[in-house]
C-alpha cells in the first residue's frame, strides 16, 4: 500500500506541500492588508493618514509585521532547499533566478516607478489637505515649535499638551520641529518643560532629536540636546546613530526639508555638522561601517529605495546566493546532519526564540525592520537570515513539516499570552511598564515579539496543515495569483487611500472597502492579462487554460 508521502513524491514542490505553499501565499497576501491599514496608524509615516485612524489599526499592524515577513522567508527556505535536493545547485539558481531575479529586474523597469510615483503623488496630496506645520502654528504645539512661537508654545504647555507626542502626519515629535526649523528658544522652552530629548519619533521608530540635529548640522540645537541627556549614540530603528545621520549627502537633506517646510542651506549643514562632530568625539566612537562612505554614496546605496515594496526578492536572490555558496562548500566537507529532535519539536524553540529577542533587539521597538536600498544593513538580513535558515532545516528534517505544527492549539494560546505583553509594552501601559526597570522592559519586548513570531507561525502550519491536507483548485489558484497580487498592488492601495482618507465612515469599513476593491481588480489583472501570458509562465511556470465544454450538437 502506498502511503501518501509516495503518492505525492512526483508532484511539484508547490503541489506536494500545498498547504505550505498556500501559508507562504498568505504571508503576501496579508501584505496588502498591512499596508492599507498604515492609512489608518497615526504617526506610522505612511504618506496618507485617513481621518478614521485608532490605535487600535496600530496594534493590529504591529502583531502582522512581527511575524508577516518572517513565515514568508522561513517558507521560502524551505522550498529553496527542496529545490536543492531535486535539481542540485545548478537548478535551484537557475530556478529562482527566473521566479525571483528577472521578476525583480523587470519590476525595477516597471511596477517600481509606478510606485514611486504613486508615494510621491500621495505625499502632496495629503500635504496639501493634511498636517501643515507653518499653516497650523496657531493650532498645534509642533507647529508652535518650528515656527518659534513661544507665547503659543507656553499656552499649549500650560493647557496640558502632550509635548513628547509625534504629530500624526509626519510622525515627528516637537523637540524634533524645533531643531528642524532651528529654533533654539522653542527647544529650550520644550526642554525646560520636561520634553525627553531621547523620545523617539512615532510607533516603531527609534530616530531621536539629536539624530534631526545631526542630520540637519543644527550644532547649537545639539548642544543643548547634550546638555539635557540626549543620548549621543542610540541607534535608530535601521541602527544608525547621529553620527551616522551626519553622512546624508545634499539630496536627501533637501527632500526631508521640502517635506517638513523648513530651509536649510547646504552649506550651513555642512559647517554645523563639522561642529557637532568635534561634540561627539567624546562621547561617540567612531561610526557605522556606512559612515565611512562619502555622503552622496551613503545616500545612494543605503538609503535610496530601489526596491520598495520588492525589497524582499532582493533579500532572497542574497540569501540563494549565500546559500548556494553554502552548499558548494558542503559538499567537500564530511556529512553532518543536526538532530531530528531539535527541528521537528517544540524545542527548537529554545535556541530559535533567543536568538531571534537577539537580533530583534537591532530593529527597532515593534517587528523587524526593512530596507529597500541596494545595500540592506547587515543586522536586518541576519534577522530574516535566522528564519530563512530554520526553513532550510525543516526540509533537512522533514518529519518536522508533519510534527512542528501537532500542537497547534498549545502554540496559539503561546502567541496570544506574548502578543498580549508585547502589545502592552508598545502601549506603554500596565505592570510591566510601570514597575520594571527600562532596560528590562526592553528585553522582555523582544523575547515576547520573538515568541510570538515563532509560536504563530508554527500554530499557523498546524492549522494550514489540517484544514488543506488534500489539494484545492482554489487554493491553487489563490496561491499562483499571490505573486502577482502583491507586487501590483502598492499603487492602486495609495489612490484608493487618497481617495477615501477624509470621507466620514468607520475606519473598519474603509478597510475592508478598500482591500476588497484592490483584491477584486488585480485578480481581474490577473485572470485576464497575467495567468495565461509570458508573465503568468515567469512568475509561476506555465499554466493550461480549461477547457471548454463541447456542446453535443457541435461535437457531432
Known amino acids: ?49 485617513d481621518i478614521s485612524e485608532h490605535r487600535a489599526y496600530g496594534a493590529a499592524v504591529s502583531v ?24 542540485g545547485i545548478g537548478g535551484m539558481v537557475s530556478h529562482r533566478k527566473k521566479r525571483i531575479l528577472v521578476p525583480l ?15 510621491i503623488g500621495a505625499g502632496i496630496a495629503a500635504a496639501m489637505r493634511g498636517f501643515d506645520a507653518r499653516a497650523d502654528a496657531s493650532e498645534t504645539i509642533w507647529g508652535a515649535a518650528v515656527d518659534g ?44 518643560s520636561g520634553a525627553d530629548p531621547n523620545q523617539g519619533f512615532g510607533d516603531r521608530s527609534q530616530t531621536t532629536p539629536m539624530h534631526t540635529a545631526a542630520f540637519f548640522g543644527r550644532a547649537e540645537a545639539a548642544r543643548l540636546l547634550l546638555d539635557a541627556g540626549a543620548e549621543s549614540d542610540r541607534a535608530d530603528a535601521k541602527g544608525e546613530r547621529p553620527i551616522d545621520a ?28 563639522a561642529e557637532i562632530r568635534v561634540m561627539l568625539e567624546g562621547d561617540t566612537a567612531a561610526g557605522s561601517d556606512a559612515s565611512a562612505w562619502p555622503g552622496w554614496v551613503y545616500s545612494l546605496f543605503f538609503e535610496f529605495p530601489f526596491f520598495m515594496h520588492l525589497w524582499f526578492l532582493w533579500h532572497l536572490c542574497i540569501f540563494i546566493g549565500v546559500y548556494a555558496l553554502l552548499a558548494i562548500i558542503a559538499k567537500r566537507l564530511p556529512r553532518f546532519t543536526l538532530p531530528s529532535v531539535l527541528v521537528a519539536t517544540p524545542l527548537c524553540l529554545s535556541f530559535l526564540i533567543p536568538l531571534t529577542a537577539w537580533t530583534q533587539s537591532y530593529q527597532g521597538e515593534m517587528g523587524p525592520a526593512t530596507t529597500a536600498a541596494f545595500i540592506p544593513f547587515p543586522k536586518i538580513l541576519l534577522h530574516y537570515a535566522v528564519f530563512f535558515g530554520f526553513g532550510v532545516l525543516m526540509h533537512a528534517s522533514l518529519r518536522s513539516v508533519e510534527t512542528l505544527g501537532r500542537w497547534w492549539s498549545g502554540y496559539l494560546i503561546a502567541a496570544a499570552g506574548s502578543a ?30 520573538s515568541t510570538f513570531a515563532w509560536t504563530f507561525i508554527f500554530a499557523l502550519m498546524g492549522i494550514f496543515r489540517s484544514t488543506l491536507n488534500t489539494p484545492r483548485p482554489w487554493v491553487r489558484y489563490a496561491s499562483d495569483s499571490s505573486y502577482w497580487l502583491y507586487l501590483a498592488h502598492m499603487p492602486l492601495v495609495l489612490l484608493g487611500q487618497v481617495l477615501i482618507a477624509n470621507i466620514e465612515a468607520p475606519g473598519i469599513v474603509k478597510l ?45
Open 246 to 273: 551626519m553622512n546624508h549627502g545634499q539630496g536627501t537633506v533637501d527632500y526631508v526639508a521640502g517635506l517638513l517646510g523648513v530651509t536649510v542651506p547646504y552649506d550651513e549643514v555642512e559647517a554645523g555638522r
Open 512 to 556: 475592508t472597502l478598500l482591500v476588497g476593491v484592490t483584491t477584486a481588480i488585480l485578480l481581474a489583472s490577473y485572470q485576464w492579462f497575467v495567468r495565461y501570458t509570458f508573465i503568468g509562465r515567469l512568475l509561476n511556470g506555465p499554466r493550461e487554460r480549461p477547457a471548454r465544454a463541447t456542446s453535443p450538437a457541435v461535437g457531432a
Open 420 to 449: 498580549v505583553v508585547m502589545l502592552s509594552i508598545r502601549a506603554e501601559a500596565g505592570w510591566i511598564v510601570d514597575h520594571l526597570d527600562p532596560w528590562l522592559v526592553d528585553a522582555l519586548s523582544f523575547v515576547t515579539q
Open 105 to 119: 529586474l523587470i519590476g525595477m523597469a516597471t511596477v517600481i516607478p509606478v510606485t514611486w510615483g504613486a508615494f
Open 149 to 192: 512661537d513661544l507665547e503659543q508654545l507656553n499656552t499649549l504647555i500650560d493647557s496640558g499638551a502632550d509635548i513628547d507626542l509625534a504629530d500624526p502626519q509626519l510622525a515627528t515629535t516637537p523637540l524634533a520641529w524645533a531643531v528642524a526649523g532651528g529654533q533654539t528658544e522653542a527647544l529650550e522652552l520644550l526642554l525646560d
Open 1 to 49: 500500500m502506498s502511503t501518501a508521502h509516495d503518492q505525492t513524491a512526483d508532484l511539484t514542490p508547490a503541489l506536494r506541500y500545498h498547504d505550505l505553499d498556500a501559508l507562504r501565499a498568505f504571508a503576501m497576501l496579508l501584505g496588502i492588508v498591512l499596508h492599507v491599514a498604515l492609512s489608518f496608524v497615526a504617526g506610522s509615516g505612511w504618506p496618507v493618514t
Open 64 to 87: 502582522i509585521h512581527v511575524f508577516r515577513m518572517p513565515l514568508f522567508f522561513m517558507m521560502s527556505g524551505f522550498f529553496t532547499a527542496m529545490l536543492l535536493s531535486r535539481r
